[in-house]
């Protein structure tokens, strides 16, 4: 992607800030990756902050000691919901974000300005923020639930705009994820590509297509924690963990 202009953050938000949008993942080997790579528009460009094309994320998740953020991933409900911090590791921001589902199977993205030091942990405000938004989604009585950090994940990020769609896609590598047992999972020749469009379909989309890949059923919190806990529900993941996780 070094032969990309670069686009500055205020640019990237004015231009597809995209919180409402459709998500579709894919998930390479870094060889496959770099073959669809090249081959981007021309007129594709890269974010860039401080002199820097990929940045380093942190995320971690909470759910109940239940895993009933997971199950209802597992299970396919259409009322569902995820609750992280996200971390930019290199600038020292932290966000509390919840995503949700929204019609025709949108992701509706809102969040909260975080202090760094409380990223694995819900502060008085991120919990009210959290009851606020579990209720908004029909969730009964989210106070009484007990949330408590489940996964971290970690990666390298690079973040592209896409003019002719008015679109984004990040390329996820360095992928790992860690229980809070301490357990760790690492898949430094994978790569993760996600595109965010409106509902119309994206360049990148339609380039990966013609190099034969696929959207892939995937959830970073999900899929990891599936691949990491075997006891747990997983068919909506079998054919990423079979073919990526070796699980």
Known sequence: MNHLDTISLDELIAAAALQT???RKYILRAHEADAVLEKLD?????LEIDGQRASNYESVYFDTPGLLSYRMAATGR???FKLRTRSYVDTAESYLEMKTRGARGTTIKDRLPYLMRDRDALTPDGREYADAALD?????HPEQLDLVPTLVTRYRRATLYVPNSQSRATVDTDLSWETN???VLRLPRSVIIETKSGQRTSDVDRLLWSHGHRP???S?????LAAMRHDLPSNKWA????HHFDA
């Open 21 to 23: 949008r459709v998500d």
């Open 42 to 46: 021309a007129t594709t460009r890269v």
């Open 78 to 80: 259409r009322r569902r």
């Open 136 to 140: 908004g989604i029909g969730i009964d």
């Open 181 to 183: 047992d301490g357990a």
């Open 216 to 218: 892939a059923t995937i």
């Open 220 to 224: 970073k919190f999900g899929t990891g």
């Open 239 to 242: 054919r990423v963990l079979r």
